[in-house]
């Protein structure tokens, strides 16, 4: 019984390249949150996809991230052009219905050159 | 917005007992609390909702005052598997389908033999 996957697990970019993060949500899972933390910080919420919508992404940056959760296949968090300050771990987390517990998986930590 | 949790770094012997607090200044609908160890997924403990409720198991409980928007981890016979940071997510106003937690800085404990 797989929990929430996401890959890669580490990734470096040099500044002004495309990263795509992955996250596969939990069997029987169709929410789809992710979170940015900085080193000794805590989870800031940035986006809730559901299948094909995204339902707020009030805390997403308007430039240069984008997230999608298509009908088949992973959800996506793409930073283009990214910057120094884009590195942090980014988590997702999924749930079965909405507001129930969040489940994360194990992140991606992204290292920008 | 922000919780503010506390103390923000703890360190105990095997089988002391801690408390760890989670404040709001806005009304909350509930709490939830998670526990990270370095380079991990933050990994649920349990969900709080509002009614002053407590909850536990095995030696990990909680409680919920939402008169005074807090809460807080009760950890007692503490273990060294126990060591991690503790995060408190909150969700604010009558929730009920909210989804959107917000994250403090977390509390770093060190259980030491």
């Known amino acids: 019984n797989a929990g929430v996957m996401q890959n890669p697990r580490h990734l470096v970019r040099r500044r002004g390249q495309e990263a795509r993060l992955r996250c596969s949500p939990m069997?029987?899972?169709?929410?789809v949150y992710w979170y940015r933390q900085l080193p000794e910080e805590g989870l800031k919420f940035m986006v809730y996809?559901?299948?094909?919508?995204?339902?707020?992404e009030s805390g997403m940056p308007k430039e240069r991230f984008s997230a999608e959760f298509p009908k088949e296949g992973p959800s996506i968090l793409r930073i283009q052009q990214v910057v120094r300050g884009d590195s942090a771990a980014y988590f997702c987390?999924?749930?079965?219905?909405?507001?129930?517990?969040?489940?994360f998986g194990p992140g991606t930590r992204l290292t920008v050159l | 917005q922000q919780p503010v949790q506390s103390p923000q770094a703890v360190i105990l012997r095997e089988g002391e007992d801690a408390v760890i607090n989670c404040s709001s200044s806005?009304?909350?609908?509930?709490v939830h609390w998670y526990r990270q160890k370095h380079g991990e997924a933050p990994v649920f403990l349990m969900i709080?909702?509002?009614?002053?409720e407590q909850k536990g198991h095995d030696k990990i409980s909680a409680s919920f005052n939402e008169k005074k928007q807090q809460s807080s981890l009760y950890l007692t016979a503490s273990q060294l598997s126990y060591s991690g940071t503790y995060f408190c997510?909150?969700?604010?106003?009558?929730?009920?389908?909210?989804?959107?937690?917000?994250f403090g800085k977390g509390t770093k404990l060190s259980v030491i033999p």
């Open positions: 069997k029987g899972h169709s929410h």
């Open positions: 987390a999924s749930t079965g219905q909405r507001a129930d517990t969040q489940y």
């Open positions: 996809l559901q299948k094909e919508n995204i339902i707020d």
């Open positions: 806005k009304a909350l609908y509930s």
């Open positions: 997510g909150t969700e604010i106003g009558s929730g009920a389908g909210s989804y959107q937690l917000t």
């Open positions: 709080l909702l509002k009614g002053g």
